[in-house]
């Protein structure tokens, strides 16, 4: 009795020690790094996590624990850096926590969303995918017929192995796999799931955003603004209240009222002598016309008013819009 409980009070100062270590470095990752993933882990084997770690090795940091004790952590912070409240509503589930800079933040985005591999189905594990089996030869030996007869899928020997008749659906995304599932799976070699970490959200110095928001690029966001500021000033335009996204337009617009009417008449401004002297004189502005073989004359085919004060711009100078 002396030695076991000698042991147990060891494995409980071990236990201790553990915690006190885990939250010593968890207080100096806080301190030292201005953004956190969170990740879900589900399904997540032991070498794959062994592997992310490698890659990310000189950019980030992968963190497990216990979140009661992670939380606990946090909350030690607040009087230091408050806006770690911040973080405390997504320390739930199976996840893990990577710690990171903003010179490395893409890069470990995307080393993280491309660490996927594949997966066994295993009894019990819900299916994050539809599973099918195609129909033709398996592989496998004529004592398994039975096997697949009671999963009700049609089968037939055919060259010393069985065939199946026509394409299964074996799994359904969603649902709990079940024993005989996996076990086909596994005779027929199958990796039929592939499990990755689930970025959660992203703590960046304060902020909190979905990690999907990092899949936006640059040449999308000025997209959406260049299509915002179009919606602006056509808006502007139409009810008549000006704003800066229409004063370009409109200056345009009066610009091209102003020429209309200096043509039709005997009036002028500085900007509008030089399209009225073109009008006027169509001659004087015309290239030579000249060919690679022969010159041919230059024939130049002198506009009416109307040709010249519509075509020649290419826009109505009477149009208001």
């Known amino acids: 009795k002396s030695t076991t409980h000698h042991m147990e009070n060891k494995v409980k100062k071990k236990n201790a020690q553990d915690k006190r ?4 470095k968890l207080t ?4 030292e790094f201005p953004i956190i993933f969170t990740t879900g882990c589900d399904n997540i084997a032991t070498v794959q996590i062994q592997g992310i770690r490698k890659e990310l090795r000189g950019k980030a940091v992968v963190l497990f624990g216990k979140n009661t004790i992670i939380r606990k952590v946090i909350r030690e912070q607040l009087e230091e850096n408050p806006e770690l409240a911040n973080v ?3 320390i739930r589930g199976n996840i893990a926590l990577i710690f990171t800079s903003s010179d490395y933040l893409l890069e470990v985005k995307n080393l993280i969303a491309g660490s996927a591999v594949p997966a066994a189905a295993k009894p019990g594990m819900t299916a994050n995918c539809d599973v099918f089996l195609p129909k033709g030869p398996t592989g496998l030996e004529p004592t398994k017929t039975a096997f697949l007869q009671a999963l009700n ?3 037939k020997i055919n060259k010393g192995q069985v065939e199946i008749l026509n394409d299964v659906h074996l799994i359904v995304d969603g649902e709990k796999v079940g024993v005989s599932q996996a076990a086909l799976c596994t005779m027929l070699n199958i990796k039929p799931f592939e499990y990755n970490f689930e970025l ?3 703590y960046d110095e304060g902020e909190i955003y979905e990690a999907s928001a990092l ?3 640059v040449s999308e966001i000025l997209a959406k603004f260049h299509a915002g500021v179009s919606s602006v000033a056509a808006l502007s335009l139409a009810i008549g209240v000006p704003t800066i996204a229409s004063f370009p337009h409109s200056i345009l617009n009066g610009f091209k009222n102003c020429l209309a009417i200096a043509i039709e008449t005997d009036y002028s401004f500085p900007e509008g002598d030089d399209i ?4 006027a004189n169509p001659d004087a502005f015309a290239g030579p016309a000249t060919t690679a073989t022969t010159e041919a004359p230059v024939v130049v085919k002198t506009p009416t008013p109307e040709e010249s004060s519509d075509d020649g711009m290419g826009f109505s100078f009477f149009d208001s819009s």
């Open 276 to 279: 009225k002297e073109r009008i």
């Open 200 to 202: 959660g959200i992203v």
């Open 21 to 24: 270590d885990f939250a010593v």
């Open 28 to 31: 100096g990752l806080l301190n």
């Open 215 to 217: 899949n936006v690029t």
């Open 153 to 155: 899928i049609a089968t």
């Open 88 to 90: 405390l509503p997504f």
